[in-house]
């Protein structure tokens, strides 16, 4: 890219930035037509869950096949084990209270033959933000919809985890925070699918995602390109963006781009990592890889059954149970040291509005090969990078 190239597109994301609220309160995201926000955005520093949704009444009328991507897709387009090894306990942590988790749960695994994980084996537990079973928060049907999605998207890249649930009292960053920190005392890998814009506010929480020896995973957002979303911009956590996902006739079956609403950013307040060589942002970039994020069939019998998800609350918790698949220690560096074991997404974008024009038809709002902002280093071929 020639100098004057690099001027125009640096003061693209600036002006993008400069226009990207600044505030803790999180901006609305677009939101698909047909769709709705499980979790609406609030202000001061209180997340949201990264999950949109719409109901498949045909699919809970008719008990047909669900519409959408399943564990059976998924793990086949990330050339996941046929028979999984042992892995190990991957948590969540989230806010509210599910009534129906485990049924839901059991909903869904049994729809794509997944063993059953129930609380009295002992693979599902559920425990406040304290580390205690009793008492449990207050219910959300938003933050439902939110956590059955979550532990689905694990079960699906691990059938064999087990699963821990930390609920926080409310979204504020005050108990998520404490969630995650409880969370990561019974698990090394902790799924994290909500967040805000970052500001100076936020990031007196960033000690809380920051857990050596742990992999903490983030879901980028769903407000396509804007200001980086926490605590996805953390220097530490394996930020999660999101990909749409067709099947194909091609020669892996699957054709795939980035997700028009998939979030990612360039930090204002984070330094940039050592791994990350991006030339147009100076500081922390996300995402750092990414997976499917549209189209994701999810039961919830609160919203009435089977649902059509989207969000990079699919992603996220989707990683991280690769993650406890893997049963490795692999830190974020690692996605980024081996090129050759993620598929390299080459079209989309993730400007909503503008399709590319936000930030210049740059790599930070547009897939390009190699890394970009909307997808990182790419899509997994299997386990090798985890």
């Not at 001061?44 to 869950?49: I, M, P, S, Y």
């Not at 049994?110 to 933000?129: D, M, R």
């Not at 692999?330 to 974008?349: C, M, R, S, W």
Request: aromatic share 6%.
């Amino acid at each position: 890219m020639s100098i004057t190239a690099k001027i125009a597109v640096t003061a693209g994301v600036l002006g993008a930035l400069a226009m990207a609220p600044t505030s803790a309160s999180a901006a609305t995201p677009l939101v698909p037509q047909g769709f709705a926000q499980a979790c609406a955005p609030r202000p001061g520093l209180v997340a949201h869950c990264l999950t949109l949704f719409k109901k498949q009444p045909r699919t809970n009328k008719t008990a047909a096949v669900p519409d959408g991507l399943g564990a059976t897709d998924l793990r086949a387009a990330y050339q996941l084990p046929a028979t999984p090894g042992p892995g190990s306990t991957v948590a969540v942590a989230i806010a509210y209270h599910s009534l129906n988790l485990e049924s839901d749960l059991a909903a869904y695994r049994s729809q794509y033959g997944l063993p059953a994980c129930t609380s009295a084996s002992g693979c599902l537990k559920v425990e406040n933000q304290d580390g205690n079973a009793t008492p449990l928060p207050d219910n959300d049907p938003g933050w439902e919809v939110e956590e059955s999605l979550d532990v689905s998207m694990i079960s699906a890249s691990c059938p064999t985890c087990h699963i821990l649930v930390v609920e926080a009292k409310t979204p504020s960053l005050d108990d998520l925070a404490a969630a995650a920190v409880t969370a990561g005392k019974g698990a090394k890998v902790v799924s994290n699918s909500y967040g805000l814009n970052e500001s100076g506010a936020t990031q007196a929480y960033a000690s809380a995602y920051d857990q050596p020896g742990h992999q903490v995973v983030v879901s980028t957002g769903d407000a396509g390109f804007t200001a980086a979303s926490f605590p996805a911009n953390g220097a530490n956590v394996i930020a999660v963006g999101g990909t749409e996902l067709t099947k194909s006739g091609s020669a892996r079956g699957f054709d795939e781009s980035a997700w028009l609403y998939g979030g990612g950013g360039c930090s204002a307040y984070v330094d940039k990592p050592a791994r990350q060589h991006d030339p147009n942002c100076s500081m922390r970039t996300t995402a750092d890889v990414s997976a499917a994020g549209d189209n994701i069939a999810m039961y919830n019998q609160n919203q009435g059954g089977w649902l059509t998800i989207g969000g990079t609350s699919a992603s996220a918790p989707f990683i991280a149970g690769m993650y406890g698949q893997a049963n490795d220690n692999a830190t974020v560096d690692k996605l980024y040291q081996h090129p050759e074991v993620f598929n390299d997404i080459t079209t989309g974008t993730n400007d909503p509005l503008g399709h590319g024009r936000k930030c210049g038809n740059d790599y930070l709002c547009t897939a390009q090969p190699g890394y970009d902002g909307p997808t990182g280093v790419g899509t997994p071929k299997g386990l090798t990078a985890f």
